[in-house]
């Protein structure tokens, strides 16, 4: 069964750092690309980060490009995502997604990690 | 980056009746593969997204068949055959043809 599980979310000043995890189980994760999308409160779906599988190459939304980070530890079926120089407008449920190795879509999702950003 | 376009915003429907909801994209997503690159996902209360089509018209496994999808080049649309009290949600509309993925706004479905 595939599963994709976060953590690392929580409470955090403006200007913060913080790095969010999601660990994959379930199929082979090193070949697969994996992306990061967020869901500010009330509101819609925001993709935000994407890194291949093998290469390991690095895609971002213009809104987050420059102060966050995606990695991945294909020994550890791990992705992260780096926040840095965090702004109240961060604050989101951050969701991590399978992409599809035939197909560009999302099929499965993690149940999401809750980013704060207040003082 | 491509713009993605949803209507209606919200969609109040009966039970059994069915539904449907339009994407439109700023640009076309026919990649020179033939195959347009739209999914549509739904995110029931509280739950995380789930893909429910996938290339403008090919359901994801699990996926009942009252769900379909329709469209090319730049228009396209969800339908709902008969719409049941778990299909309440908001759906998605996404391109992944550039590499900055895009969503629709959502619309929001309830029942009457």
């Known amino acids: 069964e595939v599963q994709l599980v976060e953590s690392g979310g929580g409470l955090v000043q403006p200007g913060g750092s913080l790095k969010l995890s999601c660990v994959a189980s379930g199929f082979t994760f090193t070949i697969y690309p994996m992306s990061w999308v967020r869901q500010a409160p009330g509101k819609g779906l925001e993709w935000i980060a994407a890194?291949?599988?093998?290469?390991?190459?690095?895609y971002y939304a213009d809104s987050v490009k420059d102060r966050f980070t995606i990695s991945r530890d294909n020994s550890k079926n791990t992705i992260y995502l780096h926040l840095n120089s965090l702004r109240a407008e961060d604050t989101a449920v951050y969701f991590c997604a399978r992409e599809g190795i035939t197909v560009a879509s999302f099929d499965y999702w993690g149940q999401g990690s809750l980013v704060t950003v207040s003082s | 980056d491509i713009v993605m376009t949803q209507s209606p915003l919200f969609l109040p429907v009966t039970p059994g009746e069915p539904a449907s909801i339009s994407c439109r994209s700023s640009?076309?997503?026919?990649?020179?593969?033939?195959?347009?690159?739209l999914d549509w996902y739904l995110q029931r209360p509280g739950q995380s997204p789930q893909l429910l089509i996938y290339m403008g018209s090919n359901r994801a496994s699990g996926v009942s068949d009252r769900f379909s999808g329709s469209g090319s080049g730049t228009d396209f649309t969800l339908k709902i055959s008969n719409v049941e009290p778990e299909d309440v949600g908001v759906y998605y509309c996404m391109q992944a043809l550039q590499t900055v993925i895009t969503f629709g706004q959502g619309t929001r479905l309830d029942i009457k």
């Open positions: 640009e076309s997503l026919l990649h020179i593969n033939g195959y347009n690159y």
């Open positions: 890194i291949s599988g093998v290469t390991g190459m690095t």
